[in-house]
């Protein structure tokens, strides 16, 4: 369980992927729940590695909002290097990982099923090297802005 500098993917995986099969998932993971655990135990299954790229702190303001992430970058990655699915975690300063997914090259490339295969980015990457791409179960009723609305909801409103 590591997590590894944005710098130091190429090369670090460009050797790992000779010998292991690595899957690679990436999101936000600004609040975790449930869903995420289920999720990364369902990827991790798929393969050798479990590689997690998170989205930076500004990606996830373009994508999210201003009041996001509730947690920063820095603490996301520490979070769900303490999973036990999960193998290593890494970043991204784009809003989508298609660079990180062209410097890991993994074997499976996976999503929640709220995803269709089609609309998975990188998806064009990893099926021209013959790689897999997936969409996993998705929990129903576990969302980051479901926890957030419902903290709002039990706390704030009077």
């Not at 998932?25 to 449930?34: A, E, Q, R, V, Y």
């Not at 909002?65 to 290593?88: H, Q, S, T, W």
């Not at 993994?106 to 269709?116: E, I, R, S």
């Not at 996993?136 to 704030?156: M, V």
Request: charge should be negative; include cysteine; charged fraction near 30%.
């Amino acid at each position: 369980m590591a997590i590894i500098d944005r710098n130091d993917v190429k090369p670090f995986f460009s050797i790992l992927r000779k010998t292991k099969k690595i899957v690679f998932t990436n999101g936000c993971f600004d609040i975790l729940h449930m869903g995420h655990i289920k999720y990364l135990s369902e990827a991790k299954r798929l393969g050798d590695i479990l590689v997690v790229g998170v989205n930076s702190d500004e990606s996830v303001k373009r994508l999210k909002g201003e009041k996001r992430p509730i947690n920063k970058l820095c603490e996301r990655m520490y979070m769900l290097d303490a999973l036990k699915p999960v193998d290593f975690v890494t970043y991204f300063e784009e809003d989508t990982p298609y660079n990180l997914i062209k410097d890991i090259m993994p074997h499976y490339l996976v999503k929640g099923g709220d995803w269709k295969v089609d609309q998975i980015v990188g998806s064009d990457i990893v099926l021209s090297y013959g790689g897999d791409v997936m969409s996993l179960n998705f929990e129903e009723g576990f969302a980051t802005t479901n926890i957030i609305e419902e903290i709002i909801k039990r706390y704030c409103d009077n």
